[in-house]
């Protein structure tokens, strides 16, 4: 993948933040088929819009798994997801679509993203696009924002969907830095993020962190370092130095 992208202007772009390096390998796999070398007939636009529909739908469903071959009550069913509508695939674009190594088994009749983040990767991307041809997004992002105890949270199951999209778009950025700031510092593709956006997120995830985390919460090291900068030592110092809140 880095090879494709040598000396071209994409280089930087592609694989200086996550969101760059993931869209790059969901692209290469989705011209494959098999994991061989041959190259799929389907088209890359055209995949790449039944993957995300199909991504977004597995999100929704609240499951990994899709269906290969007849429907399951357990998996998502592409044959009457993508015969028509956004994706309209023909039953062997479909075949063609699961038999690429954007997926693998999941069992004898399913198969799944071959990543998690991959996947929530692809239905921000489905989502975005919907914006992006004229829906409203802070009805799209308030869709799965839900009360709990009087308050706003963001599920678990749309979390990380939802960090990526705030990626993407303005709205829904600033919609969870208020709502759900712990999933800006832990999903997404922070390095894409302003430095202000940053500083904003991890004040307000102080501010709500001991009303909404009883215990212990911890980051992962990993998601901590690719939203960490110099420039956030200002802000965590003040919070270290404030005294305790009650």
Do not use: N
Not at 4 to 29: K, N, Y
Not at 193 to 222: C, K, N, T, Y
């Amino acid at each position: 993948t880095y090879l494709e992208f040598e000396g071209t202007p994409d280089l930087a772009a592609r694989f200086s933040s996550r969101g760059g390096l993931l869209d790059t390998s969901v692209r290469r796999r989705l011209t494959e088929q098999g994991g061989e070398t041959r190259r799929s007939q389907l088209d890359l636009s055209t995949g790449l819009r039944a993957a995300r529909f199909l991504a977004f739908a597995t999100i929704v469903a609240q499951t990994m798994d899709i269906a290969v071959g007849a429907a399951r009550k357990d998996c998502v069913d592409p044959q009457e997801l993508l015969a028509g509508g956004h994706a309209a695939l023909s039953p062997d674009g479909i075949r063609q679509l699961l038999a690429c190594p954007l997926f693998v088994p999941a069992g004898q009749v399913r198969v799944r993203f071959y990543r998690r983040e991959a996947r929530d990767l692809l239905a921000a991307q489905w989502l975005r696009d919907r914006i992006d041809e004229g829906a409203s997004a802070l009805s799209i992002t308030d869709r799965f924002i839900k009360s709990a105890f009087g308050e706003p949270r963001v599920p678990i199951a749309y979390g990380s969907m939802l960090a990526w999209l705030a990626s993407y778009d303005p709205t829904t950025l600033r919609r969870m830095i208020k709502t759900a700031p712990h999933w800006i510092i832990e999903g997404g593709d922070p390095r894409s993020l302003a430095l202000e956006d940053r500083v904003a997120a991890l004040e307000q995830h102080f501010r709500l962190g001991p009303g909404r985390f009883h215990g212990e919460f911890m980051f992962e090291v990993g998601e901590l370092r690719r939203f960490a900068r110099p420039e956030l030592e200002e802000a965590i110092i003040g919070h270290l130095a404030a005294p305790p809140a009650g």
